[in-house]
């Protein structure tokens, strides 16, 4: 078996890590969780659908979050 950890995108910070961004003039926090993204109470599986739900459009999640 192979560990998602392996897998996992160099750029992200680790699990448990918080991203935090001002957008809007609204501070906004993200946390890196195992396996997904937690925002505003709802968890999503990749931080670029994270950016398309703050923004309404498609992102590179790691340009909007300057991973």
Do not use: C, M
């Not at 925002?39 to 670029?48: A, D, F, L």
């Not at 309404?56 to 979050?65: I, R, Y």
Request: no cysteine; proline share 3%.
């Amino acid at each position: 078996n192979y560990s998602n950890r392996q897998f996992r995108d160099k750029r992200l910070p680790i699990p448990g890590s918080k991203i935090i961004k001002v957008y809007k003039g609204k501070r906004l926090e993200v946390k890196v969780l195992e396996r997904g993204f937690e925002y505003n109470g709802t968890i999503y599986k990749t931080i670029s659908a994270v950016a398309r739900v703050i923004t309404g459009n498609n992102w590179s999640a790691f340009d909007f979050f300057k991973l």
